[in-house]
């Protein structure tokens, strides 16, 4: 039996400019970071006790004798990838998906980890994340950009550029006592609103012509952020101002990304005291993050108060396996 546990990730500047068909252009570069909120991936044989061969628990179960009859199309299209058989599946996580936390992502990441441990492989930091792009990116065809799959296998703060050649990670280097008090600074909301990612970048492809220039904008803005972050001398309090800037210019980008009442919690956020903020994800909906200064958090807790409150801490670790049981498996003939 092998348990994976994966963080999800939020993502500060840059988004958008992480789509192959932007940054093969144009380049791009993310700032995100994982935090202390996870998936957990349970994979062992099946016993071979049952009249189906599969068996998979996520928001549905699914039991199938056939791997092409898997209705989930992560699932379907990765044990054929890896040559996985007789499999029983179990996700569970600690936030909801389709909330824009990357949570599709921390999956095919979280997945493909086990299904290499069931196998006795290692798949390093790159193999997962390249492979995790290119299992929901062109196995799937799911539209979106290649941040997720990245933050989710290596963890951290990091600043993570892409072209035309790929991808790097840069751990962003920041004091402990800064960083700690980034998070301290930084709110969470669930808005109860979910919508599906890749629903939301298809709606976004249709304007790419007018958004283009928006994204070079929002671009540039990850080299001031970094400064901001490494910077000692710099006020912090400047990132979240900064955030409110990159929020509104994402808000440009399509129709898609807000809606009025996304609006209309941002405002109110604002108006108790949060100097930036910005809807996670490709928008639509989800989680809310706000950059309070402390005295006039009560303030914005109150103003959010129909809305749940997310405590966190920033991680370090990425995709790793918390649990490895080796198994004896012959395939069936």
Same mark, same amino acid.
């Given at each position: 039996?092998?348990?994976?546990?994966?963080?999800?990730?939020?993502?500060?500047?840059?988004?958008?400019?992480?789509?192959?068909?932007?940054?093969?252009?144009?380049?791009?570069?993310?700032?995100?970071?994982?935090?202390?909120?996870?998936?957990?991936?349970?994979?062992?044989?099946?016993?071979? $006790?049952?009249?189906?061969?599969?068996?998979? &628990?996520?928001?549905?179960?699914?039991? #199938?004798? =056939?791997? !092409? %009859?898997?209705?989930?199309?992560?699932?379907?299209?990765?044990?054929?990838?890896?040559?996985?058989?007789?499999?029983?599946?179990?996700?569970?996580?600690?936030?909801?998906?389709?909330?824009?936390?990357?949570?599709?992502?921390?999956?095919?990441?979280?997945?493909?980890?086990?299904?290499?441990?069931?196998?006795?492989?290692?798949?390093?930091?790159?193999?997962?994340?390249?492979?995790?792009?290119?299992?929901?990116?062109?196995?799937?065809?799911?539209?979106?950009?290649?941040?997720?799959?990245?933050?989710?296998?290596?963890?951290?703060?990091?600043?993570?550029?892409?072209?035309?050649?790929?991808?790097?990670?840069?751990?962003?280097?920041?004091?402990?006592?800064?960083?700690?008090?980034?998070?301290?600074?930084?709110?969470?909301? $669930?808005?109860?609103?979910?919508?599906?990612? &890749?629903?939301?970048?298809?709606?976004? #492809?249709? =304007?790419? !012509? %007018?958004?283009?220039?928006?994204?070079?904008?929002?671009?540039?803005?990850?080299?001031?952020?970094?400064?901001?972050?490494?910077?000692?001398?710099?006020?912090?309090?400047?990132?979240?101002?900064?955030?409110?800037?990159?929020?509104?210019?994402?808000?440009?980008?399509?129709?898609?990304?807000?809606?009025?009442?996304?609006?209309?919690?941002?405002?109110?956020?604002?108006?108790?005291?949060?100097?930036?903020?910005?809807?996670?994800?490709?928008?639509?909906?989800?989680?809310?993050?706000?950059?309070?200064?402390?005295?006039?958090?009560?303030?914005?807790?109150?103003?959010?108060?129909?809305?749940?409150?997310?405590?966190?801490?920033?991680?370090?670790?990425?995709?790793?396996?918390?649990?490895?049981?080796?198994?004896?498996?012959?395939?069936?003939?």
């Amino acid at each position: 039996m092998i348990i994976t546990q994966t963080p999800f990730r939020m993502s500060f500047f840059g988004g958008g400019t992480d789509m192959e068909s932007f940054f093969c252009e144009n380049g791009g570069a993310v700032l995100s970071t994982t935090f202390d909120k996870y998936c957990y991936v349970n994979v062992r044989h099946l016993p071979r $006790f049952f009249d189906y061969s599969t068996e998979l &628990s996520y928001s549905k179960i699914e039991r #199938v004798t =056939n791997i !092409e %009859n898997i209705q989930h199309p992560a699932i379907r299209n990765a044990m054929k990838m890896l040559d996985m058989h007789e499999i029983r599946l179990t996700y569970e996580a600690d936030l909801p998906a389709r909330s824009g936390l990357g949570t599709s992502s921390s999956f095919a990441v979280g997945m493909l980890n086990a299904f290499y441990a069931l196998k006795g492989k290692y798949a390093d930091k790159k193999k997962l994340a390249d492979e995790a792009i290119y299992l929901e990116r062109k196995l799937c065809n799911e539209a979106g950009g290649w941040q997720d799959q990245i933050a989710a296998s290596f963890g951290g703060f990091n600043r993570i550029n892409f072209n035309a050649d790929g991808y790097k990670v840069f751990p962003v280097i920041i004091s402990p006592e800064r960083k700690k008090q980034l998070n301290k600074n930084l709110m969470l909301f $669930f808005t109860g609103f979910t919508r599906f990612s &890749s629903d939301i970048q298809k709606m976004n #492809v249709f =304007n790419k !012509e %007018n958004t283009v220039m928006k994204l070079k904008k929002m671009l540039d803005l990850v080299d001031a952020a970094e400064k901001i972050l490494t910077d000692k001398n710099t006020d912090l309090d400047d990132f979240g101002r900064m955030l409110n800037y990159t929020w509104n210019l994402k808000r440009q980008t399509s129709s898609a990304v807000s809606t009025d009442n996304i609006d209309k919690l941002y405002t109110k956020g604002i108006t108790a005291g949060a100097l930036g903020g910005k809807l996670l994800g490709a928008g639509g909906g989800g989680f809310l993050l706000f950059y309070v200064q402390s005295e006039y958090q009560d303030s914005v807790r109150q103003a959010m108060r129909d809305l749940m409150y997310i405590p966190f801490e920033f991680e370090d670790a990425g995709t790793r396996v918390i649990h490895y049981t080796p198994e004896t498996y012959t395939l069936q003939k």
